[in-house]
């Protein structure tokens, strides 16, 4: 089952992602953690992807999608798997529509979600990230705080803010991205018939946690259907 998690930045795409890929051991494939490891552990990947990353820019399809092909191509991603982050173009979503062909495989569901935006600026503001790259659990210091400031509560490492969150232009670029070239993408897959829109926000009291857990129960009675689940 191919799962893809669409959404401006903020919204929780990583956390909703995360829940499911416990519960259903499908991979989480985030293309912004693939691409920070690769920064920190200044690869060639990762000085090329840097220079965009840090402005708020998209990498360029010829570093990105390889990428995904390769990781898609891993052994663990055999029975389906959760991409976070990608596709962000139409151009990308033809590519991986492409390439999931070629796997014998589909897009099976496309959860899109949907934040105000005054709540996405705060909510990447807010944001702290394990800085153990084997980690990567995400918290918000007001929404979901750890319970040790400054300190994952799963493994002990310090917590850091993002460098792209932490510099208003490169937020405010990010959400223009969104907007333009990403958002296109919501009709995209409605067309396909596996568009499923939640909802995340304080003001309804619904949170990235209530969406997943939903998600999975359905996913579980197989009222959407997966071919291996
Ligand atoms: P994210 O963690 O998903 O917010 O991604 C962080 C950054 O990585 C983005 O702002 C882009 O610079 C880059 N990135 C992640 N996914 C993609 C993608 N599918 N295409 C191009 N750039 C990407």
């Not at 200044?42 to 090329?48: Q, S």
């Not at 995340?200 to 857990?213: F, L, P, Q, Y």
Request: aromatic fraction near 4%; charged fraction near 30%.
């Amino acid at each position: 089952m191919v799962i893809i998690m669409l959404g401006a930045q903020g919204t929780g795409k990583g956390t909703i992602a995360g829940i499911i890929s416990e519960q259903t051991n499908f991979p989480q494939i985030s293309t912004g953690d693939i691409f920070r490891k690769n920064i920190s552990e200044k690869t060639e990947l990762g000085v090329e992807a840097e220079q965009y990353i840090a402005k708020g820019e998209l990498v360029p399809d010829e570093i990105t999608v390889p990428m995904v092909v390769n990781r898609l191509n891993q052994e663990d991603a055999k029975n389906g798997a959760i991409l976070d982050g990608f596709p962000r173009t139409t151009a990308q979503a033809e590519k991986l529509d492409e390439i999931l062909t070629n796997l014998g495989k589909k897009v099976d569901l496309v959860i899109n979600l949907s934040t105000p935006k005054e709540e996405l600026i705060d909510r990447m503001l807010t944001r702290r990230v394990c800085s153990n790259q084997d980690c990567k659990t995400t918290y918000n210091i007001k929404l979901n705080p750890p319970k040790v400031e400054g300190i994952c509560d799963k493994c002990g490492a310090e917590l850091k803010q993002r460098e792209d969150d932490s510099n208003a232009e490169a937020i405010n670029r990010r959400l223009e991205i969104y907007e333009q070239q990403t958002s296109p993408l919501v009709e995209y897959y409605d067309k396909k018939g596996v568009l499923r829109t939640e909802t995340v926000s304080t003001s309804i009291n619904r949170m990235g946690k209530d969406v997943a857990e939903d998600i999975v129960k359905d996913i579980k009675n197989s009222s959407i259907k997966g071919d291996e689940i």
